[in-house]
């Protein structure tokens, strides 16, 4: 008998879920862990910028390539709000956007996109909790990027991952500042 090791490729897929280590919204966690908001309601999350404005075509705004904003930053999206919450999406859905709907390629010629580079979204978790997100990575302006976490007694803001508030009824709001990212990509333009 001869014995022959078959050997199988496979191809890990990883996704880079950095949000959960940056400072500001490991605090959030840890705040709403320990019940400083009470019993978390619903979470308005809100991106604007313009890092692919200019970005020239590639896969990225190709839908048939794996391309669309859902798909590159959705996933962040998810990985937040499961770690957040301690939760799992059970109904979704969503408006994809091209805002820029002609882009040039590496060659100088102009290509159309078929990817989104902005969605809208609503989701309700298994918990109760829902979200509302709102983002766009090809505005002509940046608009500080602002998460609100609204709970049954209090609400957390976190506004450009520099300014955490805590904020309950009749008290002076907490406030926690924290230093510019130096590593997040989606935070400067390109």
């Known amino acids: 008998l001869e014995f022959r090791r078959v050997l199988f490729r496979s191809t890990l ?3 880079n879920v950095e949000f959960r280590f940056q400072p500001s919204r490991v605090k959030m966690r840890e705040l709403l862990k320990a019940g400083a908001i009470g019993m978390p309601t619903h979470l308005s999350y809100m991106f604007l910028g313009p890092g692919l404005r200019d970005r020239r075509h590639g896969w990225l705004f190709d839908e048939s390539l794996g391309g669309g904003w859902v798909r590159t930053y959705g996933s962040h999206m998810v990985d937040m709000l499961r770690w957040l919450f301690d939760a799992e999406i059970v109904d979704s859905n969503a408006i994809r956007r091209i805002e820029v709907p002609v882009r040039t390629d590496r060659d100088g010629h102009p290509q159309r996109s078929t990817a989104e580079d902005a969605f809208s979204c609503w989701i309700r978790m298994d918990n109760g909790v829902t979200a509302s997100v709102d983002t766009n990575f090809s505005t002509s302006v940046r608009v500080p990027q602002r998460i ?9 803001e976190l506004v450009g991952e520099l300014k955490l508030i805590l904020r309950k009824p009749g008290e002076e709001d907490q406030v926690f500042d924290y230093p510019v990212p130096t590593w997040d990509f989606h935070e400067r333009s390109e």
Do not use: Y
Request: glycine share 24%.
């Open 13 to 15: 897929g990883f996704v």
């Open 148 to 156: 609100v976490i609204l709970g049954s007694e209090g609400a957390l």
